[in-house]
């Protein structure tokens, strides 16, 4: 079975996107509609369940919040 295909599976990375929301005083809601990105999908992201990210969401949503994607993607503990 690929990692792909196991939802019991880490990717190893981790989503900052729910810490930097909240130092940017934003919500999720207004964050979807800066990047037109649906609700949904970012919350799937925002709970490190995402197996893949587009480049361009990945660009829209660091412009949206002022940040670098280091800053938002970050390797996991271990």
């Known amino acids: 079975m690929s990692p792909a295909e196991s939802d019991d599976e880490s990717t190893g990375i981790h989503c900052r996107l729910d ?15 800066a990047v037109d990105v649906s609700i949904v999908n970012l919350s799937v992201l925002k709970n490190d369940r995402a197996r893949a990210i587009r480049y361009s969401t990945l660009r829209a949503i660091c412009e949206a919040l002022d940040c670098e994607v280091g800053d938002l993607l970050v390797l996991a503990d271990r």
């Open 19 to 33: 810490e930097l929301l909240t130092a940017r005083g934003m919500t999720l809601t207004e964050l979807s509609a």
